[in-house]
């Protein structure tokens, strides 16, 4: 364990409730020769054995300890959701992060997880495991391993399952991953079914220079790529496919919420976006949509999947979106929109053509986009899965990525 020497294990949880718990990974840990740092995250104001007590990481929130600890538990929770996730980003010995508990101690943690940047190990014993994990993963790395029982005293189940838990994050720590061999820049690229070919050829064009990293804009798929732009291991981005924004702001089911690309806000990356998949909305089953949408334009993708017509009013809102979020961009931006169609079934012919909506859509963008010297809209009378649009793309990103070539590696 030499090479962890200079890193900690942090074992983090509600020690009022599952001191027994977090007590015994520490132990695990420790035999096995690591450091551990253990932080209380209990809001109940009893006294604690952690090396870290809850009232240092309450310091850690914007309002301070009085925002923590309230006589109301469910903003308690909350607040020191918010405090541990600031605390985590100042610990500077922080080699990976382990954590057991129930539906409130797993919001706890994962917060605070979800904040570290990806390779860093996060490991969560949960009884939340074995469902829908998307509320507490999001786009990290979070390993998240079932209790199966419940996370209550150390009995036969429990010791297997903790000390597995402790061994994976211990291995992970000792043995980190090999750096890529590859000396080509890493970039993002947003795909969906319907702008496949374009992202494709894009990905064709670049792949001898640069590392393309290919992500499905299906809601997480946005927010994973934006969590690698954070976390500084992406050169930049082709966002060819920002239909999560289509349901952000109609209600669809793949949207990446309202952040999409504010991270490009907060750091001057390199952004080459286009209109990919705003024609649609996405819901499951056809009998899962809405009742509201019920007589709108509907295509049956697949049995899993039912696409809806973005209207003229519903593209003017996603414009603005857009444009805005463009428009607070740091980095080099290029937009280009394809006049010709914004999918494989936005063509003459085809379920979703209609270039009123389009257009809207269009004029949205360019009316409220802020151009400037590094800052560049373009309209193009082109399809989006034509080539000649992919090769736009690859021009657009080689005038704002040139002078990262060879400097930005991921």
Known sequence: ??????????????FDTKGRELSFLRQCLEKLGLRVVTV?????????SASVHPREVARHHPQGEAAVFSDDRGSAMTAMAQAFEAFLLTRRDLGGLLSAGGSGGTSLATQGMRALPVG??????????SGDTRPYVGPSDICMMYSVTDVQGIHRISELVLANAAHALAG????????????????GLTM???????????????EAEYDCLVFHATGVGGQSMEKLAESQLLAGVVDVSTTEVADEIVGGVLSAGPGRLDVFARHALPYVGSCGALDMVNFGAWNTVPERFKNRTLYRHNPTVTLMRTTPDECRQIGEFIAAKLNAMRGPVRFLIPEGGLSAIDRPGQ??????ADRVLFNAIERLFRPGPQRKLERLPLHINDEAFAEALVAAWREIAAPLAGTRRA
């Open 1 to 14: 364990m030499a090479a962890s020497s200079l890193r900690s294990a942090y074992v983090a949880g509600t």
């Open 40 to 48: 209380d995250l209990s809001t109940s104001g009893k006294p604690s």
């Open 120 to 129: 860093v190990p996060k490991v969560m014993v949960s009884t939340m495991a």
């Open 172 to 187: 992970m720590i000792a043995h980190p991953p090999m750096v890529s061999a590859t000396s080509r820049p890493a970039i």
């Open 192 to 206: 969906f079914g319907v702008t496949t070919p374009c992202v494709q050829a894009v990905t064709k064009r670049l």
């Open 351 to 356: 379920p979703f053509h209609d270039p009123e």
